[in-house]
């Protein structure tokens, strides 16, 4: 039975991480039989991240390489119909997705002032208030951290929204009027873009990058869309 390690749900979304929620929705399409545990601490995992999936006595870190291991193991292709052309398309966005559009993602919620009680209560509403300023101001820190090192976190909230505006432009530019990017059906760009967008929609204040997306009535319509035919029920 495949297992599958996740944050638990947040900001009204399937779960708080995007890439969790990726996975899970790696895993409904697949079509295999799975169980999620929902963990809060990621330090046990071979990369101190999740979603780490357990299968027949091996553990798969990364949703990239969960991917992997599902198209091998189960003799699937989640890019089933796509060209050698969009393939590679698919492989940029996700790449856009994962590793430019989720900072700006981290920076609202951890970085920016005004976000940073809202993501607090969020997702750790549930330590004791004594405890929980202490060991989520550590978090908050190492966070920030990362933001900074990785890049993202040196830009002002403005230029964030003009960087990411592009690439959200361009996966409007390429969902066009089709349902999905890459036609009828979803496929793994899909998997990945739908919860790094519903995540920016989801939190519960105004901010930039939610602006970016709800302003956009194509891509509203297709993370409803994207929920629909891709997450668990
Ligand atoms: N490349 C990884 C990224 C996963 C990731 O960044 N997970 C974050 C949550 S969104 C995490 O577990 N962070 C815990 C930490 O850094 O301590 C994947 O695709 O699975």
């Known amino acids: 039975m ?9 900001f ?4 708080a991480s995007p890439f969790s929620s990726k996975a899970l929705c790696l895993l409904q399409m697949s079509g295999q039989k799975y169980q999620v545990v929902h963990s809060g601490d990621p330090r046990k995992t071979p990369k101190n991240k999740l979603p780490v999936l357990e299968h027949n006595g091996k553990t798969i870190p990364d949703s990239d390489q969960i991917r992997d291991y599902l198209e091998h193991t189960f ?3 989640f890019d089933a119909g796509l060209t050698p052309e969009q393939r590679g398309i698919s492989r940029a966005i996700i790449r856009m997705t994962e590793e430019h559009i989720y900072f700006g993602l981290m920076c609202t919620r951890w970085v920016d002032t005004e976000n940073w009680p ?7 509403g549930k330590i004791p208030k004594l405890m929980r ?3 989520t101001g550590k978090i ?3 966070v ?3 933001a900074h090192g990785q890049g993202m976190g040196r830009h002002s909230p403005e230029e ?8 959200i432009a361009a996966i409007e530019v390429i969902l066009g009027n089709k349902p999905f990017l890459f036609g009828d059906r979803p496929s793994a760009a899909d998997a990945s873009v739908v919860p790094m967008l519903r995540e920016l929609v989801s939190f519960p204040k105004p901010t930039l990058l939610k602006d970016l997306v709800t302003k956009r009535p194509s891509l509203m319509a297709y993370l409803e869309r994207g929920k629909e035919a891709m997450y668990p029920a």
């Open 160 to 167: 964030r929204a003009d960087r990411i505006n592009k690439d």
């Open 144 to 146: 920030i951290a990362i």
């Open 133 to 135: 300023n202490f060991i």
């Open 12 to 15: 009204g979304e399937i779960s």
């Open 118 to 124: 809202t993501t607090r209560e969020e997702l750790f």
């Open 2 to 10: 495949l297992k599958i390690f996740v944050f638990g749900p947040g």
């Open 75 to 77: 003799d699937i292709d």
């Open 140 to 142: 908050r820190k190492q």
